[in-house]
């Protein structure tokens, strides 16, 4: 390296010395290019329909008398997508609970001059299964949901994580820096034909090229879980803004990837000035799918946060 670049790289920040720079070392051993995590056997669970307003949504149940886990989808999934933390979850001694919202799988949305709210959804949900007070895990879509839910309901959540959501604010400060993002063409319409295909837009460039079994596999549940396409008719049920949130006194965990493209890092730090009580957690080698992507590291962290707020198990 001449000295010019070594004086730019040292003006631009880009770390390491010369001797970094130059030494040449042989690696001891060959790299893994991905370290695949099986699917978990899953426990048994109830599975059936809870009556909402002018709809049915479907749902499962572990059971146990552990504190319950509810789990909310993102919007490209179902029900089906939580196979990593299902046993998991269970097996550390919690209730775990997840439906399909109105139009994924299984769940019948209804009329479409009816939709309800998905915030209204969650709570009639857990008020059909007597859920006094639970721990919210809401991914995506599902992580607006959840904090809809947390917004109208705090009294009814012990921990609230919300995992690579955008949680879309009714915030200026908000929309400047998700335009920033650049992200038009994703947020096209279903049959548009610039939208790039949905494991593009969720799962991130490190799993796609390191694991294409575990692309197919998250894509077959993406079909499944969506045969119809997406159910665009609903309202969260919550004004969101930085007021609303800010009165929000539940324990809020925002965790993401570092290669998610639509909620990056920088937006999690900017809700976490707005929530009062909440910290943030980044996940290494993963995008908007850190659930799936990373499991175990997600599993981790998220069953820390939750028995931190946790009376038992």
Same mark, same amino acid.
């Given at each position: 390296?001449?000295?010019?670049? *070594?004086?730019?790289?040292?003006?631009?920040?880009?770390?390491?010395?010369?001797?970094?720079?130059?030494? +040449?070392?042989?690696?001891?051993?060959?790299? @893994? @290019?991905?370290? !695949?995590?099986?699917? &978990?056997?899953?426990?048994?669970?109830?599975?059936?329909?809870?009556?909402?307003?002018?709809?049915? $949504?479907?749902?499962?149940?572990?059971?146990?008398?552990?504190?319950? *886990?509810? $789990?909310?989808?993102? /919007?490209?999934? #179902?029900?089906?997508?939580?196979?990593?933390?299902?046993?998991?979850?269970?097996?550390?001694?919690?209730?775990?609970?997840?439906?399909?919202?109105?139009?994924?799988?299984?769940?019948?949305?209804?009329?479409?001059?009816?939709?309800?709210?998905?915030?209204?959804?969650?709570?009639?949900?857990?008020?059909?299964?007597?859920?006094?007070?639970?721990?919210?895990?809401?991914?995506?879509?599902?992580? @607006?949901?959840? !904090?809809?839910?947390?917004?109208? +309901?705090?009294?009814?959540?012990? #921990?609230?994580?919300?995992?690579? #959501? *955008?949680?879309?604010?009714?915030?200026?400060?908000?929309?400047?820096?998700?335009?920033?993002?650049? $992200?038009?063409?994703?947020?096209?319409?279903?049959?548009?034909?610039?939208?790039?295909? @949905?494991?593009?837009?969720?799962?991130?460039?490190?799993?796609?090229?390191?694991?294409?079994?575990?692309?197919?596999?998250?894509?077959?549940?993406?079909?499944?879980?969506?045969?119809?396409?997406?159910?665009?008719?609903? &309202?969260?049920?919550?004004?969101?803004? /930085?007021?609303?949130?800010?009165?929000?006194?539940? &324990?809020?965990?925002?965790?993401?990837?570092?290669?998610?493209?639509?909620?990056?890092?920088?937006?999690?730090?900017?809700?976490?000035?707005?929530?009062? +009580?909440?910290?943030?957690?980044? *996940?290494?080698?993963?995008?908007?799918?850190?659930?799936?992507?990373?499991?175990?590291?997600?599993?981790?962290?998220?069953?820390? /946060?939750?028995?931190?707020?946790?009376?038992?198990?």
């Amino acid at each position: 390296m001449s000295l010019a670049a *070594i004086a730019l790289a040292a003006t631009l920040g880009i770390g390491g010395t010369l001797s970094a720079q130059t030494e +040449n070392t042989a690696p001891t051993e060959s790299p @893994v @290019v991905w370290e !695949t995590v099986p699917v &978990p056997e899953q426990v048994a669970a109830f599975e059936g329909y809870a009556d909402v307003p002018d709809a049915k $949504l479907w749902y499962w149940d572990t059971g146990g008398e552990g504190e319950t *886990i509810v $789990l909310l989808h993102p /919007w490209s999934q #179902s029900s089906l997508i939580w196979k990593y933390q299902q046993p998991v979850f269970a097996k550390a001694g919690y209730r775990v609970v997840a439906l399909s919202r109105r139009g994924a799988y299984k769940s019948i949305p209804g009329p479409e001059d009816n939709p309800g709210t998905a915030s209204g959804d969650v709570l009639a949900l857990v008020d059909s299964l007597g859920l006094d007070k639970f721990h919210l895990v809401g991914c995506a879509a599902g992580g @607006v949901t959840a !904090t809809a839910f947390a917004i109208n +309901n705090p009294e009814r959540l012990r #921990s609230l994580t919300l995992c690579n #959501s *955008i949680l879309v604010p009714d915030e200026q400060e908000w929309r400047d820096m998700f335009s920033r993002l650049q $992200l038009a063409p994703l947020d096209a319409t279903e049959n548009s034909t610039t939208l790039p295909p @949905v494991e593009w837009r969720e799962l991130g460039p490190n799993y796609r090229a390191g694991n294409p079994e575990g692309t197919q596999a998250w894509v077959e549940l993406e079909h499944v879980g969506r045969p119809q396409g997406h159910y665009n008719g609903q &309202p969260w049920g919550a004004e969101v803004t /930085w007021e609303t949130m800010g009165k929000m006194n539940v &324990p809020v965990l925002l965790l993401t990837g570092d290669g998610d493209l639509s909620a990056p890092p920088a937006m999690q730090r900017l809700f976490a000035q707005k929530f009062p +009580n909440a910290q943030t957690h980044v *996940i290494d080698e993963a995008g908007h799918a850190t659930y799936w992507e990373q499991p175990e590291e997600f599993n981790r962290v998220v069953l820390d /946060w939750i028995g931190r707020h946790a009376t038992k198990p």
